[in-house]
């Protein structure tokens, strides 16, 4: 099972990224798909979460309007397209799997946000 970001990178403020994940060994369209990040210091938060059927996002208040989470089934990637950066945003950013008990995790892609 394999969870592979890419998309990371620096940014000015105001810019824009799309972060992707691409999953593989597991039936990615049954599984509930969350994007997480991590800054200096502080813990793992929820940015971006999307249903199996993509017919229910959430988001971090800090991100909505923001950012947009989707996904694709047939290419097994899940994307998270982020607009109006702040230096806030700067984190590493996971892709996370999870159907009932199984539950994976990619390496993370580093955002940094920054003029």
């Known amino acids: 099972v394999q969870l592979v970001e890419s998309g990371g990178g620096l940014v000015q403020p105001g810019g824009s990224l799309r972060l992707s994940c691409a999953a593989s060994a597991f039936t990615f369209s049954s599984y509930e798909m969350t994007w997480y990040r991590q800054a200096p210091g502080k813990e793992r938060e929820l940015v971006a979460r999307?249903?199996?059927?993509?017919?229910?996002?959430n988001y971090a208040d800090s991100v909505k309007g923001r950012f947009a989470i989707s996904r694709d089934n047939a290419k097994k990637t899940v994307y998270l397209q982020m607009g109006s950066l702040k230096p806030e945003d700067t984190a590493v950013y996971y892709c996370n799997a999870r159907r009932g008990l199984y539950e994976y995790w990619g390496q993370g892609t580093q955002v940094t946000v920054s003029s």
């Open positions: 999307i249903a199996s059927g993509s017919y229910f996002t």
